[in-house]
């Protein structure tokens, strides 16, 4: 069903009785030619680029719960491609231009939201780093803007601007073209469109193993629903990527930590971009229904408790209200966590694994949301071909062997 405001229209005249559901509820096939572990943004983006781009329908995603329920249901919705090597530049930034483009092409408004994103500087270091930050992002062709003061303030108006605050602003930077974009929306456009090309998204349906044959080559996988037959398998797993590395044998370096964020009851229209404090480790935006959204930083323990600890609630409350003192008015209406999977130079891995079939797509850690479109993009490439995508290359599992790291995580000096 194609969606206009013609189909709007129609549903009211009709008593809202026009509408089908949005995917189908198939039973696992005995065979496919591809499977996809985990309907998250990845999984579910791969699925439809194995149809879209490369013809590949006899397809299935296989997610344990349901879909959207991990973290791409639980981020913070922040996008942008202000990343400082030239590697992780191209890969962000032509995931924000899918993003862009997204919602017309999937003929579902994943509300979009380019209203810039703020980095604030607190002190004279954090000036130059931004500038030699924002620097290199011009040289890899994406916009940068240094910020003033007085640029930033005008921009965020109730942020502390005072000189003698705790963590004084001293000016900041900009990426325009960075912003928001709904969370579930970008899960389920995806898999209402992968589903009309007729994939299958095949949920409460948890992989407890992986099946070879000659040459220790896939062939199947061992479901909560019995097995299924095919010759490749994409992972896109987030937190539970190291859990399903070790059912295929293999072993990954990655450390899956809690990350949580929250939301204050929702207010009037207040803050009109998305505001990041790298110092504090605050970050902030404001959601469509007026909800303040906060971002917190990592539980540094590893974990699998969806929760995230208390310490570091309060903590990231204590750094907002130091910027934001206005919102020490708010009451706090929601808390949760997501599992991330974490990795040394905070780049993900997207590549061949040791076993032959079985392909992965991780290590996107705090920051994949922003990457779910070229995250399926270059899964789906490497599923269909047996060969990475140009983008793909430098961000294979063997650069922790070689040592050929893109260490975003030293270089910028920020999480999310
Ligand atoms: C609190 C929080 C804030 C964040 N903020 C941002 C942000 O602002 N911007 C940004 O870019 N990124 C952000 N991220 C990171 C981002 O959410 C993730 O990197 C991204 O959503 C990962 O998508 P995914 O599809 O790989 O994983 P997920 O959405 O987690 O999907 C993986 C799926 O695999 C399933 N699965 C696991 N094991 C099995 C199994 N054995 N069998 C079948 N299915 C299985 C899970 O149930 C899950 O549904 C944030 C994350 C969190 C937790």
């Known amino acids: ?66 879909l959207g329920g991990g973290n791409t249901g639980r981020n913070t919705t922040i996008v942008r491609s202000n990343y400082l090597f030239p590697e992780s530049a191209r890969l962000y930034d032509f995931s924000l231009r899918l993003y862009e483009s997204l919602a017309r092409e999937l003929n579902f408004n994943i509300m979009l939201s380019q209203r810039g994103l703020v980095l604030l500087a607190h002190s004279r270091h ?118 399903l590395a070790q059912l295929a044998g293999f072993r990954l370096p990655v450390t899956s930590y809690a990350l949580q964020a929250m939301v204050s009851e929702p207010v009037k229209p207040a803050l009109d971009t998305v505001v990041l404090s790298p110092g504090t480790g605050a970050y902030v935006s404001q959601s469509d229904k007026g909800e303040m959204v906060l971002g917190a930083s990592l539980d540094l323990f590893p974990s699998y408790a969806q929760r995230g600890s208390f310490a570091v609630t309060q903590s990231i409350i204590a750094a907002t209200l130091a910027i934001f003192p206005a919102f020490s008015r708010l009451r706090l209406l929601r808390q949760w966590a997501g599992i991330v999977d974490v990795v040394h130079d905070s780049s993900p891995i997207i590549g061949a694994t040791p076993v032959p079939g079985l392909y992965i797509n991780c290590g996107w850690g705090t920051g994949g949301f922003k990457g779910i ?12 071909t047996g060969r990475n995508h140009e983008l793909a290359e430098p961000f294979q599992l063997e650069r922790f062997h070689t040592g050929r790291l893109i260490d975003e995580a030293a270089a910028a000096g920020i999480a999310h």
Not at 21 to 28: F, T
Not at 373 to 384: D, K
Request: proline share 4%; aromatic share 8%; charged share 20%.
């Open 126 to 243: 954090d000036l130059d780093a931004m500038a030699r930050w924002a620097n290199a992002m011009q040289m890899n062709g994406i916009d940068a803007q240094l910020l003033s003061r007085e640029e930033v303030a005008a921009r965020a108006p109730l942020l502390e601007m005072s000189p003698a605050a705790r963590f004084p602003i001293l000016g900041g930077f900009l990426q325009r073209r960075a912003g928001t974009a709904r969370h579930d929306a970008v899960a389920w456009g995806y898999a209402r469109a992968a589903d009309s090309l007729g994939v299958d998204i095949i949920q409460n349906c948890e992989v407890t193993g992986f099946l070879t044959g000659a040459g220790g080559r896939i062939s199947g996988v061992q479901t909560s629903r019995g097995r299924i037959d095919t010759e490749r398998v994409g992972i896109a797993a987030a937190g539970h990527s190291s859990v």
């Open 1 to 66: 069903m194609k969606y206009s405001a013609l189909a709007l229209l129609r549903g009211a005249l009709t008593g809202q009785r026009s509408w089908a559901p949005v995917w189908r509820s198939p039973e696992p096939k005995r065979a496919y030619d591809a499977l996809i572990v985990g309907a998250g943004g990845h999984g579910l983006a791969t699925a439809y680029y194995l149809a879209r781009n490369h013809g590949l329908t006899r397809v299935a995603v296989l997610e344990r719960g349901w």
């Open 373 to 384: 479109p070229v995250g399926g993009w270059t899964l789906a490439h490497v599923l269909a």
